[in-house]
């Protein structure tokens, strides 16, 4: 997210006041996946126009709840978190292999997993929700590998683009969807 990091994902929830949705675009300070799902993957870009893809209809009694910040700095405040939270449970473990699968607070459950190339999957999720880590992995696993490794159009390596696979996006969709803390 920030340009001093390794190219990585990072999932999280987005809030309204940062994507704006018309019937064919998505504007938004980065490029990001939003999901209806409560997903997003974003990388650090410039402001960008993208056709969006069809979503799902949300249902009219779902409200999300918004920081109130713009996404980018909603982001960073998410990274910053995840950042010092790592550091502390390798200084506190005293092995710089251990790390954290998630924390919780009293509105949010952040679930963490991190690959061995440096992607880093975070999904936010309501308290008592159980470990979504192996879910974290299956994403990686399943629609990341296919839909973007596998893609030679993808650049895996960029900084400045991100990802923007409606393939991706759905096949993430679907997975989350089936889940029974969704359901």
Do not use: C
């Amino acid at each position: 997210m920030l340009s001093d990091i390794s190219p990585g994902i990072e999932t999280i929830k987005p809030s309204t006041s940062a994507v704006t949705k018309s019937a064919t675009t998505v504007v938004s300070p980065r490029n990001t996946l939003s999901s209806s799902t409560g997903l997003v993957i974003a990388y650090n870009d410039s402001n960008s126009t993208r056709p969006a893809p069809s979503l799902p209809p949300k249902e009219a009694t779902e409200q999300e709840k918004s920081t109130g910040l713009p996404f980018d700095e909603e982001a960073k405040l998410v990274y910053g978190v995840l950042l010092s939270l790592r550091h502390m449970v390798q200084k506190l473990s005293g092995r710089p292999d251990e790390a954290f699968s998630s924390y919780t607070t009293s509105t949010y459950k952040l679930h963490y997993f991190e690959t061995m190339s440096g992607y880093k999957f975070i999904m936010l999720t309501d308290p008592s929700a159980d470990a979504m880590r192996f879910i974290l992995r299956q994403i990686y696993t399943g629609p990341f590998i296919e839909h973007v490794v596998r893609n030679p159009l993808s650049e895996l390596d960029s900084r400045t683009r991100g990802i923007d696979n409606p393939h991706f996006r759905a096949a993430t969709d679907k997975l989350v969807q089936n889940l029974s803390i969704f359901a």
